[in-house]
């Protein structure tokens, strides 16, 4: 779903020195925690924070609701140079900046975002939002409810559109009334999207990267698939696992479920090309306790997605994924493009197996003004649904072309 990641995932996917195994940690020191949440007391970083207040969602109230973001540059004295960026199913708001404390690893768009980059932080003030249900500052299940439990279990049912309203009122709080542009890819493509749709008065331009207008059958189920190695292991406890120790959680159903998403988000061609049947050491995965590179590969990353993400977000946010449909309540997803008045790019890419070109042609033929026509902008590439994260001269040209005259 997105390469909805960190910096070290979104390059071509390469061979892992050495073994590694599920549950275990290749290149990992101890025990996995819990839940890879970020907690307050630790580390802000570069995060600020609001706090909403009530929020009424598909599911019920938060009462009490805290957004985290961040942003880059100068808003200027008429508030119209801000760019809303929002990410995909793991990221979070760290879209450019070193790691540090708070921040695990550097931003995810480092080459997209930043002084000079496509998205120049020199002329653009840039916010990125945490979304709601998320597990990097904004609330969501690992968040303490107002009994001071974490919600875990009880969290609210949340769709997509409840998350947009949520960063509308973020807006408001900053005093963006209208969005120079609104960029997003995969479920942030979704986002960006659902916000042209219900605010068409707030953006200016529009980018849309490898996102449907609505999740399909064969999408959902394969949500279904990695919720469902989630809820199987037996460390998840019902989604009541914060009283855990270390090791006790719900890692290996969290690592199997990052497993299954990254065949999705990766190509054949490029797996087939990095790793084809190589092994992973001397030792024969035929009939003798060895591995293929390529488990290896997607062990390493399953282990290392447990040290940042919680397993009940992850849940929560396949759930809103599921839920997306810019055509609800609008009479369908024709007539919701055409609400869309923002100038907008459609970017899709040539091997993308989870949301695939076709996704992305029928939101350029509904929207009235779009860059190239009613044909989405096409990016060629190898690496599968992470092109958008990886391709970032490719992206970065394209979103100057919106850019360029804003």
């Known amino acids: 779903m997105d390469w909805q990641t960190t910096p070290e995932d979104s390059v071509p996917s390469t061979l892992v020195p050495g073994p590694a195994l599920l549950g275990g940690g290749l290149g990992i020191v101890g025990k996995p925690p819990v839940t890879g949440a970020w907690r307050p ?15 009424t969602v598909r599911g019920g109230v938060l009462p009490s609701t805290r957004v985290a973001y961040e942003t880059w540059g100068e808003l200027d004295a008429e508030r119209s140079n801000a760019v809303l960026v929002f990410h995909a199913l793991t990221g979070d708001s760290h879209v450019t900046g070193p790691a540090g404390p708070g921040h695990r690893t550097a931003g995810w768009w480092e080459d997209v975002v930043g002084p000079g980059r496509a998205i120049d932080t020199d002329r653009w003030f840039v916010v990125a939002p945490n979304m709601l249900g998320g597990c990097q500052g904004t609330t969501g299940p690992s968040a303490l409810a107002p009994d001071g439990v974490e919600w875990g279990s009880r969290f609210p049912f949340l769709t997509v559109r409840d998350q947009v309203g949520v960063q509308a009122r973020l807006a408001d709080h900053l005093g963006i009334d209208r969005f120079a542009a609104v960029v997003g890819g995969s479920m942030g493509g979704m986002h960006a999207l659902e ?12 980018a849309v990267l490898s996102a449907p207008a609505q999740t399909t059958a064969d999408q959902i189920a394969g949500n279904s698939l990695q919720r469902a190695a989630i809820q199987m292991d037996p460390g998840y406890a019902g989604g009541d696992y914060f009283d855990a120790e270390p090791g006790d959680g719900p ?31 001397d030792v024969s995965p035929l009939g003798n306790d060895g591995r293929f590179s390529v488990e290896s590969y997607l062990d390493f990353h399953g282990n290392k997605f447990t040290r940042r993400f919680d397993a009940d977000s992850y849940l929560t946010l396949l759930h809103a994924m599921d ?24 970017v899709g890419i040539t091997s993308d197996r989870l949301f695939p070109l076709e996704d992305q042609d029928r939101i350029a033929a509904g929207i009235p003004d779009t860059l190239d026509g009613d044909r989405a902008t096409v990016i060629a590439s190898a690496y599968g649904h992470d092109g958008f994260l990886i391709e970032h001269e490719a992206v970065g040209r394209h979103l100057r072309r919106l850019l360029h005259d804003a």
């Open 251 to 281: 890692h290996r159903g969290l690592a199997l479920a990052r497993r299954m998403a990254l065949l999705t988000y990766r190509a054949p061609d490029e797996l087939n090309g990095r790793f084809a049947r190589s092994w992973q050491s």
């Open 195 to 206: 916000f042209a749709v219900t605010y068409p008065e707030r953006v200016e331009r529009l």
């Open 323 to 346: 839920s997306h449909d810019v055509g609800t309540g609008r009479g369908g997803v024709v007539p919701a493009l055409g609400r869309v008045r923002a100038r907008t790019l459609v």
């Open 41 to 55: 007391g630790d580390p802000a970083g570069s995060r600020r924070f609001l706090d909403l207040g009530a929020v």
